[in-house]
Structures are given as C-alpha cells and as structure tokens.
C-alpha cells in the first residue's frame, strides 16, 4: 500500500505571504535609479537621470496622472496588502516635484524622513509648480537635497525671495539654475535684494552648492559659502567688479573646500586689465596665500590666463591637486588702451599660467591627451591606469588630473569662417605649443592620444612627440583627412640607415636614429589611411624594425557609417604582418541608439574584424560607454 502525502494549500498568492521588510526592499528598487544631486554636482551635469526598470511606458490611472505620478506606483494597485505597505513606507515618498497633488502626498507620507525636492519652473506649468514649491518651502526644515530649475530670471528670484529667511538645518546639497539668465544683462533693480540672507543663514549640513548663472549677485563673503567642501558657481556678475585683493580675501573663509569650479567668476582687476603689462606676476609670500588644505580639484573656465594666473598665485595648492584650465592667453576690449601681444608674448602669458601647477602632479601624468584644434592647445593629463577619451565634454574629464585648454583670444576660437580656420591651420602651429609641452615635462608619460586638424611637417612631428620620450603606446588621427598623418609616419620612420662604415655596430648592423624608440602600439583610424599612407607606413615599419625598435601591435579602428575606408592591398598586408609582432588588428566601432533618462546617448561596441573581412561579423566584441 502506497503511503499518501496531503500537502495544505493555500488560497493566498505567494506575493500576500511575504514579510513586510521583503517587500520594503523590493519596492525600494523600484524606485528611478536617478543620480543622486550630490554626484550631479560633482559632475556639473545638472539634469543627469537614469530609467528604472519601471519606467517602461504604460497607460497610467487616473489617481497617477492627476498627481504626476512616477512609474513605481503601480505596486498600488496590485493588492491591498501591496497597497498597505506602500503606503505606510515613508522611504517611497520623499521626493518633492512640480505637482502639487504629488508634492502634498509625500510630505504627508514621508512622515519626518528628509525630503528631496526636485523642481522646474516653465510658463507652461508656473502656476502649478509655485502652488508645490509653496507647500515645500512650509518643510523646507526637512529637504536634504534641493535641486531648483527657472526657465526665466524673475521666475528664479521669486524663489530665492522665498527662500529668504527659510531656515534649511537638514540642507546638504542644492542647486539653483537660470536658463534664460546667461544672455540676459540683468538691471541692478532686477537684483535679489539681501542674498546673504538665503535660508536664514542657517545651513550648518550645507556642503555642495552649484550656482549655475542664476546671476545670484552674492557676495563671496557670505555666511551660505563657509561649510561648503564642494562651490561650483557660473557666472556670478557681482564677482567680476571686484578688486583681486578683495575678493581673495573672501575666499580665504573657504578652508573646507575639496572642489572649487569657478566658471567666468574671476574679478576683471583694473591692474590686470591696463594699458601696462602687469607681467611678471606678483606672487604673494606664503604666509599670505590662501590655505586650501582639503581641495583635492579646481577648475578655472572661461577667464583670461592673466586672471586665473594672478588668483592661483594667491593660493596655496595641495602637491596632488587636479587641475583643469580653461583660458584664453589676452583679453579681446573694444578699444586699444589693454597690453597685449605686442608687449607680452602668448608663450611667455601661457607659461606663467603653467607655473601655478605642482610638479608633483605633473610627475603623476601617465596618460596624455593632445588635441590641436585652430588657434588652440588642449591637453589632459590622465594618472596611470585611466584611460583618455574624446568626449565633448566643456569641462573637461573629472578624472584628469591635469586639463589645459589654451587659445589666444575668443575671437579667433571656435570661428564659423573657413577661411579664418584655413589660414590657421597654413600656418602650421602656435609657436607657445612648444614651449608649454617643454614645461610640462611629459617624459614619464607611456601612452597619448593626439589629434589634429591640420598637415605638420615631419619636423613638427618629431618636435612635439619627442617631449614623451618613453611613450609605448600611440593612437594618432587626423580630423579631417588622413594625408594629414604624412609627416607623423615620416617622423616615426626617423632617419636613413647610414651609409659610412663608422656608424656600424659591432654585430654589423647599421645604427640608424628613430623616434619613440619604446613605441610597442601604434593606433590609427581606417578612415585616416590611403593608399599613399599604407605605404609611407610600411617604411616607417620597416626602418623601425632595422633600427631594432619593432612594434607589438598595430591596430586600425574601423568606424561604423565612416566613409573613405581604404584597406591595403593583400601584399601590403602581408607585409605589415610580418612587421609587426602580433600582426595587425582592426578594431570595429559601432554605434548603438540607447533611450535612457532624457534622451538618446550613444554606446560603442568594439570588436576585432578578420584581416581583410570587411564587412563580416564582429567578434569578440565588447561595449564601453563613449
């Protein structure tokens, strides 16, 4: 007789069974996986957010459309047990938006957890979001994070009015951005009257502020500036009138800082600013600088050399400081009563600049980024172990430990007329290029990446990479043609053997002289390469080889949708391979459409083609974010 097991059942779905702290935690992950307004800050990417996996699109009810309501509250409407927990879960509902049915939830919900409040003000919803910007500011006691959007400058100082006098003890992190207010010249009438008043000047948890040109005319001796270990302010105009003597000693009270981005900030000093060259620069004595014992990165933009060289001067900077640079070499006034490049060359103003970053920093520099672009030298630094891409980023990589972006004027950057940047680019490079990258001292670097926009000669070439002696890995490309890479293969090739019998070893081979002797990898993009320029390649590999300097790798990136590819015949192929160690490899890149937070962002995918397979598939391929 076989033995009969009864198994209970149960009439309740197994969601209904499990814990309350479970489900807690799985109604947690539900949440946007938005950046949090600290790491936007850190970033100065104000608007950065990501999708939940909840974010898919979907046919709200009409609880959710009348308040706005994000995605995950559909864990509402599952089950009543579901619908309990929710809502009796204060870490759901802490974050504040422009509804004010939303807005009104939360804080009730919320309980006393601290808020997050995340707000943009347009003319399509201005009545609405004021109507949730007033029930905030009532618990404005409770908001950690404020992230604060105006699409017009009197809609921001409505909100700033009533921030006045709100105290913020939980405030730890805000921002406040103006869209409009950059291309508006803002009337003294218009000004917020008493900005150091701001939340009653009590935030004693403030620690990260981004004033993105809200044109907040504040004094940078304000109580709201003290704690801050993190200042990234745009555009203050307040700033600009005030002398360089004052202004330094207001910045002296911001001991705590780790992160300072100052973006247009730097007083215009009528002593800076004269008919007189105010070269060479007083630096003040030691004892008189600024201590900035925590600051671990700073980052000047949109200023003239001469100012940002006259501020650093005054400060007292960490041995390992990152350092990103944004400066124009002389200023463009609309008469002729300012010194210029008459009086003070742009190698001298640019060098002078250079003389504020720590040695040791510069001895740290692995990895560098070189990119010659009309009138201007951009340069990133990168500490062993990170790796330089291209991004179109105006701040340059956070990780780099050294940017530089040097130009003339702003006139002459960035024109519009062909003819202006054809003229530029004849004329071969700004003399200061050679005497910054001599500066700089990139000997210990072992890898760079260098772009241009124009044909060098062999001896530019020789000149610009032989200041990084020691480098073992080169990725070179031309931006707009590839028979602007001539006279880099030329200077890779280095000289003829020689011919006399002094100049032969002892083995009884001929020294010959040539450039980058420790080059192991050399890069190109396929677009870049011709006929002609396979060819010149060839014999700078083949003397390379004598010279007993022979590459390890080649590679040559295929772009997907790049036009003018031009791969070597088979010979020529053949030959390459047996020249290089490991052969030659041709990276493929392909672009990938991915919708995330607000938009479209593009993703490579990289992979490796057959040699001479174009067009089949990619193997071994791998993705990494541009």
């Known amino acids: 007789m076989e033995t009969v097991v009864h198994l209970p059942w149960s009439i309740d779905p197994p969601v209904h069974r499990l814990p309350v702290e479970i489900l807690r935690m799985i109604f947690h992950l539900l949440l946007p996986r938005r950046v949090p307004l600290r790491d936007q800050i850190l970033r100065a990417d104000i608007h950065s957010e990501s999708r939940s996996l909840s974010d898919a699109p979907r046919t709200p009810c009409p609880w959710q459309s009348t308040r706005e309501a994000p995605s995950w509250t559909a864990i509402l409407f599952v089950c009543r047990h579901w619908h309990a927990v929710a809502k009796n879960y204060p870490a759901l509902w802490t974050r504040l938006t422009r509804n004010p049915a939303w807005t009104k939830e939360c804080i009730r919900r919320s309980r006393q957890m601290p808020l997050e409040l995340t707000i943009e003000l347009t003319k399509t919803n201005l009545h609405s979001a004021q109507r949730a910007l007033h029930m905030a500011i009532s618990h404005f006691h409770r908001i950690a994070n404020a992230n604060i959007v105006a699409q017009r400058h009197d809609f921001i100082v409505s909100v700033l009015e009533r921030l006045k006098g709100t105290p913020a003890p939980r405030l730890e992190a805000v921002s406040l951005v103006c869209r409009h207010c950059e291309s508006l010249l803002i009337p003294r009438e218009s000004w917020l009257e008493h900005p150091e008043m701001l939340f009653a000047q009590q935030t004693p948890r403030l620690r990260l502020l981004y004033l993105g040109k809200c044109r907040l005319q504040i004094s940078p001796s304000a109580p709201l500036f003290r704690s801050l270990t993190h200042l990234d ?4 105009g307040l700033w600009k009138r005030m002398p360089m003597a004052d202004f330094v000693a207001c910045a002296a009270a911001w001991t705590n800082l780790e992160s300072l981005v100052l973006e247009a900030a730097l007083p215009n000093d009528a002593a800076l600013t004269g008919a007189r060259s ?6 003040p004595e030691r004892a008189r600088r600024l201590a900035f014992p925590h600051l671990r990165q700073i980052r000047i933009l949109s200023e003239t050399a001469t100012a940002a060289d006259q501020f ?8 390992l400081v990152s350092l990103f640079l944004c400066c124009t070499l002389y200023d463009v006034p609309a008469d002729d009563s300012s010194w210029g490049p008459q009086d003070v060359s742009p190698a001298a103003v640019a060098l002078s600049l250079l003389e504020n970053v720590p040695r040791a920093a510069l001895r740290r520099i692995d990895n560098v980024g070189l990119a010659l672009r009309g009138d201007a030298l951009e340069l990133t630094g990168l500490a062993k172990g990170l790796v330089y891409c291209q991004r179109d980023e105006t701040d340059g990589p956070w990780e780099a430990q050294l940017g530089v972006v040097l130009r003339e004027t702003d006139y002459s950057f960035g024109s519009d007329d062909e003819e202006d940047l054809q003229g530029m680019r004849d004329a071969g490079l700004p003399e200061y290029v050679f005497p910054v990258l001599a500066h700089l001292d990139l000997a210990h670097a072992t890898e760079a990446d260098v772009a241009v926009d124009r044909a060098l000669p062999k001896e530019t070439w020789v000149r610009v990479l032989g200041t990084m002696g020691k480098l ?3 990725r070179v490309q031309g931006m707009e043609n590839g028979s602007m890479l001539c006279g880099v293969l030329e200077a890779l090739a280095g000289d003829e053997p020689p011919e006399s019998n002094s100049d032969v070893d002892i083995g009884g081979s001929r020294r010959s002289r040539v450039l980058l002797p420790r080059l192991r990898c050399l890069r190109f993009n396929a677009a870049d390469m011709g006929a002609v320029m396979w060819q010149h390649l060839v014999v700078a590999l083949r003397r390379r080889r004598t010279a007993g300097s022979r ?5 040559v990136t295929v772009w997907e949708g790049v036009k ?3 791969r070597p015949d088979e010979l020529t192929l053949k030959e390459l391979n047996e020249l290089v160690e490991e052969g030659v490899t041709w990276p493929f890149v392909e672009f990938i459409n991915r919708s995330c937070g607000s938009g479209d962002e593009e993703e490579e995918e990289e992979g490796e083609r057959e040699d001479g397979e ?3 598939e990619d193997t071994d391929s791998e993705k990494e974010d541009l």
């Open 233 to 236: 302010i745009r555009h203050p």
């Open 278 to 283: 105010p070269y060479p620069l007083h630096t």
């Open 564 to 566: 003018g590819t031009y």
């Open 614 to 616: 174009e067009g089949e």
């Open 472 to 474: 073992e890995d080169l």
């Open 551 to 555: 590459l390890r790798t080649l590679a």
């Open 312 to 319: 650093l001067r005054y400060c007292a900077l960490p041995p």
